[in-house]
């Protein structure tokens, strides 16, 4: 896709983040747009932003782990401005600590907005964007997954698993779409630590899978990293909007928007098929490598 004026661009998790400025730099361009966040006041916000902008802008709360609501939140968009173009399916949220005290609260949780949010996104709009794309128009869809898509860090396997899902999920679209003979484009966002609301994800866990029991030792550490490490990110979120914004224009499917991280990627990958351990995930940046206890 390398027109964007005029077209529809969809964004879950506008309210904050990655999510805002995909919003931003989409009105920039000329889009209309249909933001979703779980967070009411959040995405109020970003609204109030855009519209006093200019832009053509509408908004729902939606919780990406019901597919109910992400199907509204569908019916909204083709109901309002009869097209999709430009699917971002980006909301998230990190849980960290020693995977076997993670509960079946922090799995369900952080799967339910990561991994089946990205799922009740493609399963909602692909089918219409497809039927689209069949009458000729074009069609793009960006999955935020992670860094963490690639490497396996200590103290973040839920987050870690949801991030490899994304990516196993988005590279099967591709091939998906490529077998149905779509021109609709795939990207994956894999981005390394960037200064956003990401280490206070906890602000929007629903009840019903409210934690159920005091931190460990070891979560209490895997906020603290998390915390750490996206706060000292150095790129912001709005050049991570503009990297992924130049890579829908120039078709590119694995978005990686931190260099340097990937010769940890390679080290994986070289250690996978030489059969050895698996690499050191933080070789390349070790400033934000936990301590053991
Ligand atoms: N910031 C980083 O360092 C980083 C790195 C790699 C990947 N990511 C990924 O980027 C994406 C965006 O995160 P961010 O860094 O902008 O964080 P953020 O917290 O600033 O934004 C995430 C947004 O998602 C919303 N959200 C949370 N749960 C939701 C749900 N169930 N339904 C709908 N919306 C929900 C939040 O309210 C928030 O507005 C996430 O998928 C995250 O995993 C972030």
Known sequence: MKDFAGRVAVVTGAGSGFGRE?????????MKLVLADIQRDALDDTL?????AGAQAIGEVVDVAKSEQVRHLADRAYAEFGAVHLLFNNAGVAGGGLVWENTD???????????????????????????ANRRGEPGHIVNTASIAGFLCPPLMGVYNV????????????????????STIGTSVLCP??????IAASERNRPAELARDRELTVSMRLAQAQSEK???????SAAEVAQITFDAIRAERFYVFTHDKILAAVEARFDAVLARQAPADPFASNPRVKPTPT
């Open 22 to 30: 995909f919003a931003k730099m989409g009105h920039a361009l000329g």
């Open 48 to 52: 109030a932003e855009l519209r006093t």
């Open 105 to 131: 609260k922090d799995w369900h949780w952080v799967l339910g907005v990561n991994l089946m949010g990205v799922v009740h996104g493609i399963h909602h709009f692909v089918p219409r964007m497809l039927e």
């Open 162 to 181: 949801s991030k490899h899902a994304v990516v196993a999920l988005t590279e099967t679209l591709y091939h998906d779409l490529a077998l149905a003979k």
């Open 192 to 197: 390394a630590f960037v200064p956003t609301g």
């Open 229 to 235: 490490a996206v706060s000292s990110g150095r790129m």
